[in-house]
């Protein structure tokens, strides 16, 4: 996947680098937008099931970094959420041209699927059946 350092929301940098290891589900949302909205309980779902090989990672697209830290904290979703303002260039080299665009980034750091389904889209039937073509399941 492209490079790039984003921040958290406790002020902590991340990269692709950082999740090897297990799969990553990479999605580019709004805290606004009601496409974004639809998918974020499945987020939070996938986290409390499927932690132990599947880290779930936003690159939340805002005005302000307050908009996220809020809506984050609201809903309660546990996520890591990144700020895209430390690097909006992100967006186009990931060729993010709607909201939510994901992507699922191997254990190996190498991206899997360029774009992946939504989750409301069968992602997570689709991550079974990568994971079973691997010999993982």
């Known amino acids: 996947p492209p490079a790039f350092t984003l921040t958290d929301m406790q002020g902590r940098s991340h990269s692709p680098a950082d999740f090897k290891g297990k799969y990553t589900?990479?999605?580019?949302c709004?805290?606004?937008?009601?496409?974004?909205?639809m998918e974020y309980p499945f987020l939070q779902s996938y986290l409390d099931r499927h932690a132990d090989y599947l880290d779930v990672v936003s690159v939340m697209v805002a005005e302000e970094?307050?908009?996220v830290e809020q809506?984050?904290?609201?809903?309660?979703?546990l996520w890591k959420a990144l700020y895209y303002e430390d690097q909006p260039g992100i967006l186009r080299d990931y060729q993010v041209r709607a909201f939510p665009t994901s992507y699922l980034i191997g254990p190996d750091g190498?991206?899997?699927?360029?774009?992946?389904?939504?989750p409301s889209e069968g992602f997570e039937q689709q991550l079974f059946r990568i994971m079973?073509?691997?010999?993982?399941?």
């Open 25 to 28: 589900y990479l999605i580019f």
């Open 30 to 37: 709004t805290p606004e937008h009601y496409g974004c909205m």
């Open 65 to 67: 970094r307050e908009n």
């Open 71 to 77: 809506f984050m904290e609201r809903n309660g979703y």
């Open 110 to 118: 190498n991206l899997v699927l360029s774009p992946a389904p939504l």
């Open 132 to 137: 079973r073509s691997r010999g993982e399941i």
